[in-house]
């Protein structure tokens, strides 16, 4: 293998994702354990990361560690606190907090972000995926809107390379607790009935967000899953994607009346984040006249690669 | 006691609620039970008529037995079809199923009400508080804007004592799934500590409906909940309160977009419900601009007597 020159981490609550990577930022290898913030092993978050990157950590002494995600939250290894959006990238790589690894080796924890205001937003761990994606583009877009697709959905709009601001939706995990714990799942078919996605109810479901009857509003327009069901105008299999599809359909509404500038040109748009919920939204941007998304994959590693450049614990 | 003319039933999924009338529809006497659709007795729904009734069904052999609610939908005790809103009362009327009761008492079922369309909208159990709600105020008025809130709160469109349509929303179940199964449960209070309810946290959420941040909608605006709390700008015991209104406001502001005629003069505004409910919706309704809303208690019983005699199961 070549020399390791930064060990990057995307540690969230679920899993501990880690990235060798060369003196070009490039990753050499991947790997990845259960052992996100919900399920760490004895001996916490140090052992962790012995399980998953000792043999790495004993090679490579002289490489920096770095890690992104909720291991900087407040339920993670240490809490660091959030850098401000206006202070741009350079804030994010002067926050970086340091806690002690395996033997000793210091591990870096990367700041989320946070944007003030009445409504104030934060992220953490996507805004290194928005500096992976960045990486990835180069810097030459007037206006980039990047979608990072998910639990919850971050929005965030790059002007020249500099993000300028960001929203989230809690589509992801919404629909999750709307299929499970209200009335609309009881009709549902069982968990491994559900088959393939249904590109026609997704669709459905999407048009109905932008008609008249979606101006009703979510909270409405979501019994109409019941309704159509009980009057045999949507099939048990179809109401799970038409009910996605009512959830990223007023997402999109939302995002194009909140927050998109209203008198800019279309901004040219890149996902991120899993191949399925990628494409999914991709339907719904070109449905909704949104425009073609470019889908990239996961960038973290990217971004953690730029972010320890800007920091200085590498030099390309 | 005065004669019993009527023996009339809210069935619901969590109770049974039973409403004694004389030959005018007074009610004389009202019991409950938990023998709603999802708590049977052994012996099923004679049985559990029989346990809260048995009495009054001996004593008043004659009186007919009148049942609204979930007793009549597929989990009930028999499905009885919707009666079309087009149909006006004499459709409701005109719809009742009898099924055989305790001793082969007949029981009848009142029909729910379909409201066709591209999104179909029903109700069961509603259409009969809509009818005690006119049997209460007589029909003079030119439009009537009846609010019912609940689990799903549904709103109906009334002009001259005739129902024109409804629609629903999902207010409360969603957002007892928000509080309960997403990331916004993680920092509320325990179950007791809640506190008395927080009329400014509510009026802080409604009013974040109406500003521009609302256009983002309901989707996004949930998330602030959490980013208030986590910037301190939103006290823990306030979350709750902050959430309800943000869901009430969305609501509202739903009802006036997609509901509501935008050139008729405003509507005579009731509240039929729960006391709790309706003072916090007559709250909403007053700060977004909607007006003065009355609030009518439980109107099941005199919607059952209207109904029986549209029927002609009794003559007042």
Redesign the interface.
């Known amino acids: 293998m070549r020399e390791i020159r930064l060990l990057g981490l995307d540690w969230g609550t679920s899993a501990l994702r880690a990235h060798a990577c060369d003196g070009q930022g490039e990753v050499l290898e991947s790997r990845h354990s259960a052992h996100g913030l919900m399920h760490l092993p004895r001996g916490g978050f140090a052992q962790a990361l012995e399980d998953l990157c000792g043999d790495w950590l004993a090679a490579w002494p002289d490489a920096p560690v770095l890690a992104c995600g909720m291991v900087g939250s407040a339920q993670g290894w240490a809490e660091v606190p959030y850098a401000e959006l206006d202070g741009g990238e350079a804030a994010l790589a002067g926050g970086l907090r340091t806690v002690s690894g395996p033997g000793g080796r210091p591990v870096h924890l990367v700041p989320g972000l946070?944007q003030r205001g009445?409504?104030?937003?934060?992220m953490r761990g996507e805004e290194t995926q928005v500096l992976g994606v960045l990486q990835t583009l180069g810097a030459g877009d007037a206006s980039l809107l990047i979608g990072l697709p998910g639990t919850?959905s971050k929005w965030v709009w790059v002007q020249h390379g500099v993000t300028q601001r960001f929203?989230?939706?809690?589509?992801g995990?919404?629909f999750?607790?709307?299929r499970?714990?209200?009335?609309l799942g009881r009709t549902l078919p069982a968990a491994g009935e559900a088959g393939a996605f249904n590109a026609g109810a997704f669709e459905r479901g999407l048009a109905?967000a932008r008609?008249?009857?979606?101006?009703?509003?979510?909270?409405?327009?979501?019994?109409?899953m019941?309704?159509?069901f009980?009057?045999g105008?949507l099939a048990r299999h179809a109401q799970s994607d038409y009910l996605s599809g009512l959830?990223v359909g007023?997402?999109l509404?939302?995002?194009r009346?909140?927050?998109l500038p209203a008198d800019a040109p279309p901004p040219r748009l890149v996902l991120c984040g899993s191949d399925t919920l990628c494409e999914r939204y991709a339907l719904a941007l070109r449905q909704v006249g949104l425009g073609h998304a470019e889908q990239l994959p996961q960038a973290t590693a990217a971004g953690l690669w730029r972010l320890a450049c800007r920091a200085g614990l590498v030099r390309p």
């Open positions: 946070i009445a409504l104030p937003e934060v919850h929203c989230s939706f809690m589509t995990e919404i999750a607790a709307l499970e714990h209200t009335l109905v008609q008249p009857a979606g101006r009703l509003g979510l909270l409405s327009n979501a019994f109409s019941r309704s159509l009980l009057t105008a959830l007023h997402e509404a939302g995002l009346a909140g927050f």
